[in-house]
């Protein structure tokens, strides 16, 4: 997070907030330089048309037929002076406003990743990408990129964040670029059309390459000579005298970060945590209301940590609930006012860390079950997470609390005292969550095949209320919506059947059809004009789609195999925890990362 940049770096100041501080002062005369060679773009002018749309100032040239009614008395006043203020360009006309069609400016770069441009070039590929992604902001235009040697359909960028350019660090290739490269992008991108402001970044055989005529080019070359710390860039744009810059590199340790995770700070920074041994993240949920997400730790810790409102902002410290030696943690959940719960087993004992509202206050829970048979217990099964605990209570009144297992069972924790069973309150709970400060679950049609269809469930205390939903598989998840959302269950999407799901909305249901290579995770609502859809996770356990009634379209891309995912119902926010232990957060508003955490590296 870069809070004390010179002046000089003002300009691209969001583009290094992505990096360390340390790293973005290594990074910005880099961006600094090469901004000056690349030039900026300019903004469509008169010439090249587009809708009219009124006037906008004032010209000294243009036709006589906007020409300024005060300038005419020349011609009844002084009819030389007119001729000679002609002459002179000393005349004003109406300058005319034209307004563009949406999306008629972009800026497509697209980077060699192959073995010429391996190493310390792509140093200059990442001030690049700074350099061409504030360009086209400056004037509205689009950006899109990705890396020449990838299938388009699956390495495409918009903007510029954090997960892409991870995405971009690992995509090397021993394959050198190609026009039939060239050509896949130019058709996936639909580059035929004039005008447009491509870059072709690497090497200086991409100017050879069949198809890239008229595009603008990049050249990174590293000096042959000994102990030479340096790259030379050479920027050739298509309309303009090219330019070279030297680029002294910074030391050989930052180099190394740069290229394998420019995002990772020396310093304890905002957004990215290294995590030791025993506390690296088995798994995660999110909270009852959707606003906090618990972390699960190796050595059977539980964090509540606040979730982050954009990518810049400090993480507050976690609470955290380590339970003592003997006990098991069995469910966690969060309640805005009253903090963390972890409810933990030792033997036939439940032992609730955390305070419950009774009318006289606050009081620690404990509870008996005794079955025989284990598997009637609210308990996770062997090796996986604990379970979504949700509590909720009037002021002055008894705090509820209620488990949902694995089994798509719901159990209740009655009122707190030395001597209370835990009781199986429903079966066939797809779903629960805190929706308006009330909770809710969706209940799955009892057997296949039915006549019965899923219902959405009040929980709170006094006479529940059944809502049916038109779905028949019953799987469901709940998602996050500004508006639009079903009153009752706020954004949820239900399963009706092997491959389409039921949205519901304020204004009806929307069907949403799932390809077979894609898996569900979630429903979330991307900024406008963008309809709420499904998350998805596709066949290659790293790729997040967004599904809708719209061609599908790609989210973020995971560094490795996506073990667990999920999406808040209270924030804009989705998150992943991926086979090497990292746990990204990421932002559907600003399409970035919103927080990290990394394993610790052992020695």
């Keep these: 997070m870069t809070t004390a940049l010179p002046p000089a770096l003002r300009p691209w100041a969001a583009q290094l907030s992505l990096f360390p501080e340390d790293l973005a002062r290594h990074l910005g005369p880099h961006v600094a330089r090469l901004s000056a060679a690349v030039g900026t773009l300019r903004p469509r002018g008169e010439a090249e048309g587009g809708e009219p749309q009124g006037y906008d100032g004032l010209s000294r040239r243009g036709a006589f037929d906007r020409l300024l009614v005060s300038e005419w008395l020349w011609a009844l006043e002084a009819p030389e002076e007119l001729v000679r203020r002609a002459a002179f360009g000393e005349l004003s006309f109406l300058k005319p406003a034209f307004r563009q069609p949406q999306g008629a400016r972009r800026t497509v770069v697209l980077l060699d990743v192959g073995p010429d441009q391996l190493g310390l070039p792509r140093i200059a590929h990442l001030a690049l990408l700074v350099v061409l992604s504030r360009r086209a902001e400056a004037v509205g235009a689009a950006f899109t990129w990705g890396a020449l040697q990838t299938e388009p359909a699956h390495a495409t960028h918009t903007g510029l964040g954090g997960t892409s350019l991870l995405a971009w660090l690992e995509a090397r290739s021993t394959v050198p670029a190609s026009s039939r490269h060239l050509a896949a992008w130019r058709e996936a991108l639909d580059l035929s059309r004039a005008p ?78 290294s995590r030791k041994g025993g506390q690296h993240i088995v798994g995660f949920s999110f909270s009852a209301d959707g606003k906090r997400v618990l972390l699960f730790s190796a050595n059977g810790a539980v964090e509540a940590m606040a979730v982050p409102h954009s990518p810049r902002a400090t993480v507050p410290k976690p609470r955290r609930v380590q339970v003592p030696p003997g006990q098991r943690v069995v469910a966690a ?81 009655p009122r ?187 020695p």
């Design 196 to 273: 447009e402001d491509v870059w072709l970044v690497g090497s200086s055989r991409l100017g050879r390459l069949e198809g890239s005529e008229g595009m603008s080019r990049v050249e990174v070359s590293e000096p042959m000579e000994p102990g030479a710390h340096r790259l030379t860039v050479d920027v050739r744009p298509a309309a303009r005298v090219p330019r070279s810059v030297v680029l002294e590199l910074p030391p050989p340790e930052d180099c190394l970060r740069l290229l394998r995770n420019p995002f990772r700070s020396e310093q304890a920074a905002s957004g990215v945590q």
């Design 333 to 413: 959940g969060w309640r805005s006012s009253g903090g963390l719960l972890v409810l933990a087993r030792q033997g036939d004992i439940y032992v609730m860390h955390g305070q419950l509202r009774v009318p006289e206050g606050f009081r620690p829970g404990r509870y008996h079950y005794h079955v025989a048979d284990d598997s009637l217990r609210p308990d996770p099964a062997p090796g996986a997470l604990p379970l979504t605990l949700l509590s909720w209570g009037e002021r002055r009144e008894y705090e509820r609390v209620w488990l949902k297992d694995g089994k798509d069972r719901l159990f209740s924790l």
């Design 416 to 602: 707190p005292s030395s001597r209370t069973e835990v009781i199986e309150v429903e079966e066939g709970v797809s779903a629960m969550a805190e929706v308006k400060a009330r909770p809710v679950c969706v209940l799955r049609p009892p057997g296949v095949g039915g006549v019965v269809i899923s219902r959405l469930r009040g929980m709170s205390a006094g006479q529940p209320y059944l809502t049916p939903l038109n779905a028949r598989h019953g799987e469901a998840y709940f998602g996050h919506s500004p508006s639009g959302a079903h009153p009752d269950a706020g954004l949820l999407a239900v399963r009706d059947n092997d491959s389409d799901w039921k949205l519901f909305l304020d204004t009806g249901v929307s069907v949403v059809t799932v390809p077979e290579r894609y898996r569900v995770v979630g429903v979330v609502h991307p900024p406008a004009p963008s309809p709420p859809g499904l998350l998805a996770l596709a066949s290659d356990q790293r790729t997040f789609s967004f599904l809708s009634d719209q061609p599908p379209r790609q989210l973020a891309v995971a560094n490795n195999r996506v073990v667990q995912a999920a999406a808040s119902h209270g924030r804009p926010v989705f998150g992943w925890l991926t086979r090497a232990g990292e746990f990204v957060l990421w932002d559907l508003s600003e399409q970035t990362v919103l927080y990290r955490s990394v394993p610790e590296a052992t």
